[in-house]
């Protein structure tokens, strides 16, 4: 049984068409009730008349059709507005009339090619409908009524495309940000490429001046020269890292050495070289990898490498454990430091790099948390969406 708690993400959960089919059958349903006969819509001044057969096609056609006024609005509103023509023609005025303003609203916010063309059209639509309103009723309903009428519609249209414009702005602001966060990761990774430049050609500079002074002695020479070897190797292996960062397609490609190192298999290099750092790791993956998880992949390599960074900074020593999990929607990473080590600093830091992680979870719709448990641990949670671009 769902709990009301679950009830929400229960329906956003359900296809939108389900959504609204379910708007057009509640609507459908309350036009039957006997208290609620003759409450509808009614436009002229023609007797109502109970239903019959031919009702509840009618009122079927009125309702119905809200299923697709998402998807499909145009097509919507013309079966409601046909439904709705001889529901007042007949003299019905049921309840199912209230879909003809809902099918406008719905409309005037989902409808994205000729609008203008199309309001023009369901315009002129209602000229006929008004002229044989007014002939076949006794001439009470004079021509003010017909455009005070008119001029509800237009503004049950005019509701929906400043919904449709807000949402676009909206869309327009989450944009902005997240180019905005763009720009301020690169601008620290490109900080990172200077540093990472200038350690490593410095230590090989110096390295390689000694050299000159050990001709005399092979063996410390030999090792001299594998340590600048080394420092190099690990120069290029942080450039490609932080080129990654900057473009995450960069290195992808059909040749054998192009190809990029899967999420998994850098999570892994990761833990081991943390291991060989001195800090016990226990890694655990749970499900696996999407095929095309956008930038979610790279989100969670950032977490996990910042998480793994503090332990070994303020936590050096202490049991750490790194949990991936992968499902269908979302990536799950969790990365506890149990904090029994001999370090008493907190493996928060500074929170500069958890700030900067926090955010770029949250550009793509996830959570992230990070801090100190009761036994004395410290734990980085995220929960990342997949599929979104990067």
């Given at each position: ?21 379910l ?6 349903a ?14 002229g001044?023609l ?40 529901d ?5 005025h ?14 005037g ?6 609008r203008r063309?199309?309001?023009?059209l369901f ?13 076949l ?10 455009v005070?009428?008119?001029l509800a519609?237009?503004l ?14 909206e ?21 990172e490429?200077h ?5 490593h ?12 002074y ?24 942080d ?8 473009n ?16 998994a298999?850098r999570l ?12 016990p ?13 956008g930038?979610?992949d790279l ?12 332990a ?29 080590g ?15 992680l ?19 641990g410290?734990?980085v ?10």
């Amino acid at each position: 049984m769902i709990s009301p708690r679950q009830a929400p993400g229960w329906w956003q959960r359900l296809d939108v068409t389900v959504r609204d089919l379910l708007l057009g059958l509640l609507l459908l349903a309350g036009s039957f009730l006997p208290v609620l006969h003759d409450k509808g819509t009614q436009v002229g001044d023609l007797p109502t008349r109970p239903f019959d057969a031919p009702a509840i096609v009618v009122l079927g056609l009125e309702c119905l059709p809200l299923a697709v006024r998402r998807r499909r609005p145009a097509v919507s509103l013309a079966l409601v507005c046909l439904g709705f023509a001889v529901d007042q023609l007949r003299g019905y005025h049921s309840l199912a009339s209230a879909a003809l303003p809902i099918a406008l609203i719905s409309t005037g916010a989902h409808l994205e090619r000729h609008r203008r063309p199309a309001a023009l059209l369901f315009s002129a639509a209602y000229v006929p409908l008004a002229v044989a309103l007014h002939r076949l009723g006794s001439g009470g309903e004079t021509a003010s009524g017909f455009v005070t009428f008119y001029l509800a519609l237009v503004l049950a249209w005019g509701v929906g495309a400043w919904l449709r414009s807000s949402r676009a702005a909206e869309a327009d602001r989450r944009r902005r940000v997240a180019e905005d966060t763009r720009t301020a990761e690169r601008t620290r990774i490109a900080r990172e490429l200077h540093d990472v430049v200038t350690h490593h050609v410095t230590a090989m500079v110096v390295q390689a001046e000694a050299a000159r002074y050990l001709t005399g002695a092979p063996e410390r020479l030999d090792q001299t020269l594998t340590n600048v070897t080394d420092t190099g190797r690990r120069a290029i292996s942080d450039l490609r890292h932080l080129l990654d960062l900057l473009n995450p397609d960069h290195g992808t490609g059909t040749g054998t050495s192009g190809g990029r190192t899967p999420a998994a298999g850098r999570l892994r290099t990761l833990v081991e070289q943390t291991r060989r750092a001195g800090q016990p790791v226990e890694f655990t993956e749970e499900g696996a990898p999407a095929e095309s998880a956008g930038s979610a992949d790279l989100v969670v390599y950032r977490v996990v490498q910042e998480a793994l960074t503090n332990a070994l900074k303020y936590a050096h020593g202490s049991p750490t454990s790194v949990l991936v999990r992968y499902g269908e929607k979302e990536i799950s990473v969790k990365v506890g430091t149990d904090g029994s080590g001999p370090s008493t600093a907190s493996p928060g830091g500074s929170g500069r790099g958890l700030a900067g992680l926090r955010q770029r979870v949250d550009v793509l719709g996830g959570e992230f948390s990070a801090g100190r448990e009761a036994g004395g641990g410290f734990v980085v949670r995220a929960r990342i969406p997949v599929g979104n671009p990067a």
